[in-house]
């Protein structure tokens, strides 16, 4: 099954109660690249714990991050360390290039039922970057990776969590992401998934981060989150 690319309409989301939204790159657009000051102070968390020079642990944070799914659960994994004060190093950035987004957040608010935020980040990172994008008041919920027991997406077990926790049906659920391989459970739980892609000329994605026509755990495919939002509206 090809995702399908052009603006969904209400009938499709219809049976939708409860809205997931993942967070980074998926509430606010790729270009605003939060990640890439969190992505440092990752890698200067790694430098400073083994001794490595930059280069060395960055190379070490990126394979601890394609093998655990977050370089955190590699170093847990690997070196026992404190998820609460790597969380913290990571997390402090500089908010502002996060701009409101009035339209989005009047769409947010008009979706029928519940809304969530299910990040491998924390909480404090969620609140922070959707106050700035103007849509915190509009969630119910923020699921992080604390929540998550620092199993983050795309485990399934996390997944069973979020959906036990607050009681999710997830025959009756939508799925907002920005990574394909986050939404194979979510599809496989009976949500609609929806990917969200980086605008027009975007260049930042690595290899596996890119999508596939073919791909079958996504149903729709969309580079602008308020349109398509208001499509269903």
């Known amino acids: 099954m090809t995702a399908e690319t052009s603006l969904p309409s209400k009938a499709d989301f219809a049976h939708v109660t409860d809205w997931v939204f993942d967070l980074d790159n998926t509430l606010y657009p790729h270009h605003v690249d939060l990640f890439a000051q969190i992505d440092k102070n990752m890698t200067s968390y790694v430098a400073d714990l083994l001794g490595l020079d930059y280069d060395e642990a960055r190379a070490l944070q990126k394979k601890y991050y394609h093998e655990h799914g977050t370089t955190l659960a590699g170093l847990m994994h690997h070196h026992g360390i404190d998820p609460h004060h790597f969380l913290d190093a990571a997390h402090k950035i500089d908010y502002s290039p996060v701009l409101a987004d009035a339209d989005l957040a009047d769409a947010i608010k008009a979706l029928p039922g519940r809304k969530f935020i299910f990040t491998n980040g924390t909480v404090k990172h969620a609140e922070a970057a959707a106050r700035a994008l ?100």
Request: aromatic share 10%; proline share 6%.
């Open 134 to 233: 103007g849509v915190l008041d509009h969630f119910e919920d923020i699921f992080d990776i604390v929540a998550a027991d620092f199993v983050p997406k795309p485990a399934n077990a996390t997944y069973d969590k979020f959906a036990s926790l607050h009681r999710v049906d997830t025959r009756h659920a939508a799925m907002f992401e920005d990574l394909p391989r986050n939404l194979i459970v979510p599809r496989l739980l009976g949500m609609k998934t929806v990917l969200i892609l980086p605008e027009p000329g975007y260049k930042g994605l690595e290899r596996w981060e890119e999508h596939n026509d073919d791909d079958g755990n996504i149903d729709f495919v969309t580079n602008k989150l308020s349109d398509f939002l208001n499509a269903i509206l």
